[in-house]
């Protein structure tokens, strides 16, 4: 059970290091227009691209195979700074401040990053699930 325990903690090490290695890399994924698609030149919400209501009986939507499959479809989508920003905050639960250490970026970047990555995210899971 002991060696069990060290094999995952060993292999999970070695997925955050992909992740936060990979932040450092030309992005290739993502959307930098992300505010250009979504508001308009008055910071006003363009036609159509409002955020949806989303239905109130969803349950725990983790439990849900189609929206975990929308969720990591979603999150491959995501620039690697994005998606490692996203990851350390949300699923890893460290702190800002080192979350902004340990990926090099200011607390205003940081802030930035996760702005235009929860909105792609909200608009690629709409799309990927609500819509469906």
């Known amino acids: ?14 997925i955050n290091d992909y992740n936060h290695s990979s932040y450092r890399k030309p992005l290739v994924n993502g959307d930098d227009n992300i505010f ?4 308009d030149e008055n910071n006003k919400w363009k036609a ?3 955020p ?3 239905p109130e009986d969803t349950g725990n939507l ?7 499959n929308v969720w990591h479809h979603c999150m491959s989508k995501l620039h690697a700074n994005w998606f490692s920003a996203i990851q350390l ?6 702190n800002d401040e ?10 205003t970047n940081f802030l930035q990053i996760l702005h235009r990555a929860k909105l792609q995210l909200r608009k690629c899971v709409e799309l990927n699930w609500l819509n469906k």
């Open 1 to 14: 059970m002991q060696s069990k325990n060290m094999v995952f903690s060993i292999l999970n090490n070695k």
């Open 36 to 39: 250009e698609k979504l508001f």
């Open 48 to 50: 159509g691209e409002r």
């Open 52 to 54: 949806q209501i989303w």
């Open 62 to 68: 983790l439990d849900n195979d189609d929206f975990r």
């Open 89 to 94: 905050k949300f699923i890893e639960e460290k």
């Open 98 to 107: 080192h979350i902004c250490q340990e990926l090099g970026i200011t607390d």
